[in-house]
């Protein structure tokens, strides 16, 4: 007897071919049929390839057969192929399945790997009970559901990530697809983030002309009185420039910083913070503590893609150098660490794809590689209650502005090429203020993509009509100010060190990051 090729590929690619195909695999543990009942006794096929009516499949209201023998006491039936999305590409395929039993249907869902390895039984078992009988062999349940499909089953994709798809012409939010056209918003969710411990909290609003407006109002005159501009402007340009935190690594070729807040404790930073976090969703007072790992740290920051991420309550003797010189670096990158899994395969670990919004009571010094990708913000101690209020009293819609700012960004022709070419002029304009300084390359370039955030921000106010031209113009002389004063500040501190301190500094960075070894 000729046997057919075998064929055990439990790819999802390999299942949904199989399923639209019809085609069958064979397992050298399964029972072969006999082979006169494959030839007709003849010990030849039929000319038209077709097997003989007592080796067909079929499905009614009383189960699963094969030919007059009854495989099954239930029909199974897959309803629709759900791939789960990451930034282009599949990472897992599930299957939506009924199950039909004495007339009464379950709904199911099962990933293809448990499908194309004939796992169906314990979901079968689990979701519609010990009635369920299974008389055949696995595989002939999997090929009678197979040939039961008539036509291609229908399949939809969702997003497991949120922010911009391949070639930035489109951006996801859980219930929101954002492109040049408009905000279309979806009854069901485009992105799933339910695995995230505080990105599952992650939502948006869609806000009417008039109500961005009164947003952007309260931005431009309350939020960013809340505590000096010298820290609020730059903590506006680096919400703004979240949604482009993938495009900054992938597209313009940059690195991407780290904005911390720090402060005496009880001096505003976390409330700061909070609400930054509130323009990407209802998190209430959950944050992430650097006091967390570094692998819970990126695990959690994995889901943040395009957003702010925020890590609060940065204590030197709680965390060691060697952790948040990884966090601040990968973060940077926007990568994480290589691994091999079991398989010998390079497995890559979570890491934080949004912007990184930290806060503390102090933070690292003299680290270059963690000074070089941060922007550091002194927040003053004192407060101003009124303006606290109306913060609070708006916050609840401020996860209303990021979907009408990345539409109206996304709107401009040739936005992207735009964008470059404002970053590019920043930092050739902040370079000349901090030549002859170790990373000055780099701390330009962190307020250059800061600068272009804020410079955003105040073109959509002039656009919504929440500011005119000239209250535009003399935002944006007043942030080049305060860029220029914590550039020449950087400048004066970097110049000002002891050549003998700075070289213990940097072997006490070798030595941390286990760069070099002290025997």
């Known amino acids: 007897m000729e046997k057919k090729k075998e064929a055990e590929d439990n790819s999802a690619d390999t299942v949904e071919d199989s399923i639209v195909e019809e085609t069958v695999s064979n ?4 029972t072969e049929p006999n ?12 000319d038209n390839g077709t097997p003989p009516e007592k ?5 009614d209201e009383n189960g699963t057969f094969k030919g007059d023998a009854m495989i099954a006491n239930f029909k199974l039936t897959i309803l629709l192929v759900l791939s789960m999305m990451d930034v282009g590409e599949i990472v897992q395929r599930l299957y939506k399945m009924v199950a039909t039993l004495n007339g009464r249907e379950t709904f199911f869902t099962m990933t293809a790997e448990e499908f194309s390895a004939r ?18 062999s696995s595989k002939d349940l999997l090929i009678a559901v197979q040939e039961s499909i008539s036509e291609k089953v229908p399949h939809e994709e969702i997003s497991l990530c949120t922010g911009f798809t391949p070639g930035y012409n489109k951006f996801l939010l859980p219930k929101m697809k954002i492109t040049s056209a408009g905000i279309e918003e979806t009854k069901d969710p485009v992105v799933d983030l339910s695995d995230g411990n505080l990105s599952r909290k992650v939502n948006f609003l869609a806000l009417p002309d008039e109500e961005i407006k009164y947003l952007t109002e309260h931005l431009v005159n309350e939020f960013t009185a809340l505590k000096s501009h010298a820290v609020m402007f730059p903590t506006i340009g680096h919400l703004t420039l979240s949604p482009f935190a993938s495009w900054i690594v992938d597209e313009l070729g940059r690195q991407k910083y780290t904005l911390h807040l720090k402060g005496p404790s009880g001096g505003g930073k976390t409330f700061i913070a909070g609400l930054v976090g509130s323009f990407f969703g209802n998190f209430g007072d959950q944050t992430t503590s650097w006091s967390s790992t570094g692998n819970s740290i990126e695990m959690e920051g994995y889901g943040f893609r395009d957003m702010v991420y925020i890590l ?6 709680v965390i060691s150098k060697k952790e948040i010189i990884r966090v601040i670096q990968n973060h940077a990158d926007n990568r994480g660490r290589g691994r091999l899994n079991s398989s010998i ?3 890559i670990t979570p890491h934080i794809r949004g912007l990184l919004l930290s806060t503390g009571e102090d933070f690292v010094d003299n680290i270059e590689s963690v000074t070089g990708r941060t922007i550091v913000l002194e927040v003053e101690p004192e407060h101003n209650q009124a303006i606290g209020k109306a913060c609070k009293d708006m916050q609840n819609h401020y996860k209303g502005f990021i979907p009408r700012f990345v539409q109206w960004v996304i709107s401009q022709e040739d936005w992207q090429e735009n964008l470059k070419a404002r970053v590019n002029s920043r930092i050739e304009v902040f370079s000349a203020s901090v030549t002859g300084i170790s990373n000055g390359l780099r701390i330009s370039t962190n307020w250059a993509l800061n600068a272009a955030g804020f410079e955003l921000f105040c073109n959509f106010a002039v656009h919504v009509g929440a ?14 100010g305060i860029v220029k004063e914590h550039l020449q500040s950087n400048t004066d501190t970097l110049k000002a060190q002891n050549p003998a301190a700075l070289c213990w500094s940097i072997l006490e960075h070798q030595i941390s990051t286990e760069s070099v070894i002290v025997d």
């Open 55 to 59: 080796d067909k499949y079929s499905m």
């Open 35 to 46: 082979t006169a009942d494959q030839t007709n006794g003849t010990g030849v096929k039929k």
């Open 312 to 317: 609060d309550d940065y204590k030197t003797y």
């Open 467 to 480: 500011i005119d031209e000239s209250r535009c113009s003399e935002l944006l002389t007043e942030y080049e």
């Open 27 to 30: 397992d050298a543990d399964e």
């Open 119 to 136: 796992a169906f039984m314990p979901a079968i078992y689990r979701e519609v009970g010990p009635d369920a009988i299974l008389y055949g």
């Open 345 to 347: 395969k390079l497995q």
